[in-house]
């Protein structure tokens, strides 16, 4: 008998033979198709040229499954039998809903962290979603955003349909909020910084090059003309006398407003004639209308003619604007000023608040109803200016259908050309579509060609707006504002003799400089723009307006002549009808600014001297300070100007443009409000 171990490694030599026999082993399978596998086929099963197609049936359903399915030549591509389901359509207010909350997740969202600029532009294009498929709500998300993000305290009056929504709603439908548009308009909320200034391809826009030599100057004639400026006269026919004129919610001297801290018992009461918080009421402005001649030694001779830059209405919210009120608010003024400063024209201009929507202006090219929503406005105004005489039916015809934009030649001639400058209008939202075209409204290329129909004719010309260009930079949206500067450029200093603008309530002025700005100097210095003063003291400032001494060939200014009344005197003449406000001589500009400038008595206030006066104000502070005192028309409610206000005020004088005033200028100091 054999030992166990020896048996058992036999048994295990054995094992592995047999195993070892298997995994050898080889099997050739049949080269034909088993074509009894399946009872039919949809092809030969046979053929070596495509594999078989057998019929196959469904055990659950009994349906033979379609050749179609599996042939390899005509499989389907998409599957259009099946069913491939889609959410249910949402209703319109169910849209609201889900955008609204998508735009509270966004804001939310820890991804985005402090990324304010991408938050913002990713809820405008919800919004814009929105505004497309479902018109009509996009007032109600307006509201409904303000309201949650605690924007505003009266939020329906400020972004319902009946105010700046449907606004809002339009320029979200047209706007590429993705893009340049979208930081554009979340700049203006400073939830993003100002885009950077498109650049500008100004190939084939000038007809002409500029003259090289300029052609020789016209000679001065001796003879001075006396022209009156106005500006932001704001009329409110609102306002209530002995309301809360120290309201907590702007806008004071009306019936509905008070005082936080004393709501049942005014503090301040509105005077008669005005207050620092309020805008005009019409004994203000019938007493500055009374004043004028006597201040001016005009009562006889009256203006050679007058220059209005524009802002009727009051500062009413959107939800107290109307068609109506902005009409009735141009036939009260323009007929005060015909009546107290004619009878030579007043050349006027439209202001950001003479409209409805207030701020708003719409490019024709957006066509359709849409396009010419405003055309009531451009009729209307042009109609009254052909009605108090003041423009020849040219004129008025083209200011009628050119959003109020005209140009007239005077008998002695002088061209004057007035642009609507709410085509760049920070707060005009229309212009933050497609807001890398610098003049979508094309008023820019008809100030350029009449500007060369003048250089071609050897005319000056003045040019009149509202909103100014530069200054600080905050007014203007940069790309429309830098192509402006460019046309200054080009036909300055032989075309264009001024450039005049209102809008901020205070006295400023802009130099304009060739090639840029890139070299700023008295010899680059081309043209100024002159911001008027108001006569509204919203906000803390006094009321003024404006007389300049032009000569009668060049219409160069040579000097000009500003009249305030001291606000803060008003309360002390109610109950009383003997004597109303004063106005006096503020300042003259060359006896204020000049005199440590070489300058002749009869040389002209241009760009060149206003740029001396600012290399003036960079070695002595007391200059500065004049200039911001006369920016608030002397108020003692105004800020005072110290530290970086003292080098700020200088660099805001020499940025006509927004451009150049976020390139070079400190922010913040631009106000004395």
């Known amino acids: 008998m054999l030992p166990f171990s020896r048996l058992s490694g036999f048994i295990l030599l054995?094992?592995?033979?047999?195993?070892?026999?298997?995994?050898?082993?080889?099997?050739?399978?049949?080269?034909?198709?088993?074509?009894?596998?399946?009872?039919?086929?949809?092809?030969?099963?046979?053929?070596?040229?495509?594999?078989?197609?057998?019929?196959?049936?469904?055990?659950?359903?009994?349906?033979?499954?379609?050749?179609?399915?599996?042939?390899?030549?005509?499989?389907?591509?998409?599957?259009?039998?099946?069913?491939?389901?889609?959410?249910?359509?949402?209703?319109?207010?169910?849209?609201?809903?889900?955008?609204?909350?998508?735009?509270?997740?966004?804001?939310?969202?820890?991804?985005?962290?402090?990324?304010?600029?991408?938050?913002?532009?990713?809820?405008?294009?919800?919004?814009?979603?929105?505004?497309?498929?479902?018109?009509?709500?996009?007032?109600?998300?307006?509201?409904?955003?303000?309201?949650?993000?605690?924007?505003?305290?009266?939020?329906?009056?400020?972004?319902?349909?009946?105010?700046?929504?449907?606004?809002?709603?339009?320029?979200?439908?047209?706007?590429?909020?993705?893009?340049?548009?979208?930081?554009?308009?979340?700049?203006?909320?400073?939830?993003?910084?100002?885009?950077?200034?498109?650049?500008?391809?100004?190939?084939?826009?000038?007809?002409?090059?500029?003259?090289?030599?300029?052609?020789?100057?016209?000679?001065?004639?001796?003879?001075?003309?006396?022209?009156?400026?106005?500006?932001?006269?704001?009329?409110?026919?609102?306002?209530?006398?002995?309301?809360?004129?120290?309201?907590?919610?702007?806008?004071?001297?009306?019936?509905?407003?008070?005082?936080?801290?004393?709501?049942?018992?005014?503090?301040?009461?509105?005077?008669?004639?005005?207050?620092?918080?309020?805008?005009?009421?019409?004994?203000?402005?019938?007493?500055?209308?009374?004043?004028?001649?006597?201040?001016?030694?005009?009562?006889?001779?009256?203006?050679?003619?007058?220059?209005?830059?524009?802002?009727?209405?009051?500062h009413d919210p959107d939800n107290e604007y109307s068609r109506a009120y902005v009409e009735y608010e141009e036939v009260l003024a323009y007929n005060l000023l015909k009546k107290y400063v004619g009878p030579a024209p007043v050349y006027a201009t439209i202001g950001n608040h003479d409209t409805y929507m207030q701020f708003q202006m719409i490019p024709y090219t957006m066509g359709g109803p849409l396009g010419t929503q405003f055309n009531w406005l451009y009729e209307h105004i042009s109609s009254m200016w052909q009605y108090e005489g003041w423009l020849p039916e040219a004129s008025i015809a083209y200011a009628s259908t050119h959003y109020a934009a005209y140009a007239v030649t005077r008998p002695d001639g002088l061209k004057i050309i007035s642009i609507d400058t709410n085509l760049w209008y920070t707060n005009n939202y229309y212009a933050y579509v497609n807001s890398t075209e610098p003049d979508p409204f094309g008023i820019l290329r008809f100030l350029t060609d009449e500007l060369q129909a003048s250089e071609d004719a050897g005319q000056r010309v003045w040019v009149i707006g509202h909103v100014l260009s530069g200054w600080d930079g905050t007014q203007a949206q940069i790309n429309p504002s830098n192509l402006f500067y460019q046309i200054v450029d080009r036909f300055s200093p032989?075309?264009?003799?001024?450039?005049?603008?209102?809008?901020?309530?205070?006295?400023?002025?802009?130099?304009?400089?060739?090639?840029?700005?890139?070299?700023?100097?008295?010899?680059?210095?081309?043209?100024?723009?002159?911001?008027?003063p108001s006569l509204t003291p919203l906000t803390n400032l006094n009321a003024g307006f404006r007389v300049y001494e032009i000569d009668s060939a060049t219409f160069d200014i040579l000097d000009a002549y500003t009249y305030v009344s001291n606000v803060n005197e008003y309360p002390a003449l109610d109950n009383q009808t003997e004597v109303g406000p004063s106005f006096y001589l503020e300042y003259s500009t060359r006896g204020a600014y000049g005199g440590n400038i070489t300058w002749g008595a009869n040389d002209p206030l241009n760009a060149t001297w206003w740029h001396l006066v600012t290399e003036q104000m960079l070695v002595d502070p007391a200059l500065v300070q004049t200039y911001h005192t006369h920016q608030s028309k002397s108020s003692v409610a105004a800020l005072k100007c110290t530290g970086a206000c003292i080098t700020a005020k200088p660099c805001y004088m020499r940025s006509g443009s927004s451009s150049l005033a976020y390139q070079n200028c400190p922010a913040g100091y631009s106000s004395t409000q």
Request: hydrophobic residues 35%; charged residues 10%.
């Open 494 to 532: 032989h075309v264009i003799s001024n450039i005049f603008f209102g809008h901020t309530h205070e006295d400023q002025l802009s130099i304009f400089y060739a090639n840029n700005g890139t070299v700023m100097n008295a010899e680059t210095a081309l043209a100024a723009s002159w911001v008027m």
């Open 14 to 314: 054995a094992s592995y033979q047999v195993r070892a026999s298997v995994i050898n082993s080889t099997y050739t399978v049949p080269g034909a198709f088993p074509t009894s596998l399946y009872g039919t086929y949809w092809n030969d099963p046979t053929a070596t040229s495509a594999q078989p197609q057998p019929v196959i049936t469904d055990p659950v359903t009994n349906e033979i499954f379609p050749y179609e399915l599996t042939d390899p030549a005509n499989f389907p591509k998409n599957d259009t039998v099946d069913p491939h389901p889609l959410p249910m359509q949402a209703t319109p207010s169910q849209l609201m809903e889900q955008a609204l909350a998508q735009i509270k997740a966004i804001a939310s969202n820890p991804v985005f962290g402090n990324d304010t600029c991408t938050k913002c532009q990713a809820s405008l294009a919800v919004g814009k979603m929105l505004v497309l498929g479902a018109p009509e709500q996009g007032p109600l998300l307006a509201e409904a955003v303000c309201q949650y993000f605690n924007y505003s305290k009266t939020c329906y009056n400020q972004y319902s349909n009946l105010a700046l929504g449907s606004t809002f709603s339009q320029v979200l439908a047209f706007a590429n909020v993705g893009g340049y548009d979208g930081q554009n308009l979340c700049s203006h909320i400073k939830l993003c910084p100002v885009p950077p200034t498109a650049p500008l391809n100004m190939t084939g826009w000038f007809a002409k090059p500029k003259p090289n030599p300029l052609p020789p100057p016209k000679q001065p004639s001796g003879q001075r003309l006396k022209v009156f400026h106005i500006s932001d006269t704001h009329i409110d026919p609102r306002y209530a006398i002995g309301s809360e004129a120290n309201c907590t919610a702007y806008m004071c001297c009306r019936k509905d407003v008070f005082n936080a801290a004393s709501p049942n018992q005014i503090v301040l009461p509105a005077s008669r004639f005005g207050n620092f918080e309020c805008d005009v009421p019409l004994d203000l402005m019938v007493a500055a209308m009374e004043a004028i001649g006597p201040l001016t030694g005009t009562e006889q001779s009256g203006f050679d003619f007058t220059v209005f830059t524009g802002d009727l209405t009051a």
